[in-house]
């Protein structure tokens, strides 16, 4: 049972303008929500998070919106530029617990043309 | 610079000949864990170790071993590798959760298994 899914397995998009990145959750105990970006050959690269007492969380061109009700969070990247370019893993788990174990989704490619 | 560092980045080997895949980190974190990435399957999680001499299963253990004697290292061992367990493994580290709050986990660069 996939617990995160990640629809669109990918996104294209012209640089300069919005990439928006889809997740959907089932596991109502996830309350912590976090994006990677993984490049090929490395390893993923935390990008941003959220907890469930926010709905939004803005870091720059990176924005994350989290709808509790539908269990479903979105990453939005405005402007998009070609280095953006990559996977996008979503990924989520419950606050504390016996094991902070991160639940991926399978991820997004993203490309960014010039 | 803070990273988690694994040894090696490539490997090729036969099947049943045992290996250790070293994972170090350099930012005192108690958190440390292992997963695999496969197609099409995303990223699972081997096993996890909350601190010192403590460590347990995750999601897919089976055929894999680890061991946390030392806070900043965490092992990955296979004792009889088979041609099922080729896959790109990671690990990663964390500041220990709490009931309150989480933490982002750091991911070291990978380690590409390929077992004939």
Redesign the interface.
């Given at each position: 049972d996939q617990q995160v899914k990640q629809n669109s397995p990918s996104l294209s998009v012209q640089e300069g303008r919005i990439s928006i990145l889809n997740c959907d959750y089932t596991n109502s105990m996830f309350d912590y929500f976090l994006w990677y970006k993984k490049y090929p050959a490395e390893g993923p690269t935390f990008l941003i998070s959220i907890s469930s007492i926010k709905d939004k969380n803005e870091d720059g061109r990176f924005t994350v919106f989290l709808n509790k009700s539908a269990k479903h969070l979105s990453l939005h990247i405005v402007p998009s530029q070609p280095g953006d370019s990559a996977v996008y893993f979503c990924a989520a788990s419950p606050i504390g617990g016996s094991n902070y174990k991160l639940t991926f989704g399978k991820g997004t490619l993203l490309t960014v043309n010039p | 610079e803070a990273q988690?560092t694994q040894n090696p980045r490539y490997l090729i080997t036969v099947t049943g000949k045992k290996l250790t895949v070293t994972c170090s980190q350099n930012m005192n974190h108690e958190?440390m864990?292992w997963y695999r990435q496969d197609p099409?399957?995303?990223?699972?999680?081997i096993y996890?170790s909350?601190n010192v001499e403590v460590t347990?299963k995750?999601?897919v253990p089976e055929g894999y071993k680890v061991s946390r004697k030392e806070k900043r290292n965490f092992p990955l061992i296979l004792e009889s590798p088979s041609p099922n367990q080729t896959s790109l493994y990671?690990c990663?580290s964390?500041l220990?959760?709490?009931?309150?709050?989480?933490?982002?986990?750091?991911?070291?660069?990978?380690t590409r298994l390929t077992v004939t």
């Open positions: - | 988690v958190y864990s099409g399957l995303g990223l699972r999680q996890y909350m347990d995750g999601d990671f990663a964390s220990r959760p709490t009931g309150l709050s989480s933490y982002e986990q750091y991911f070291g660069p990978g």
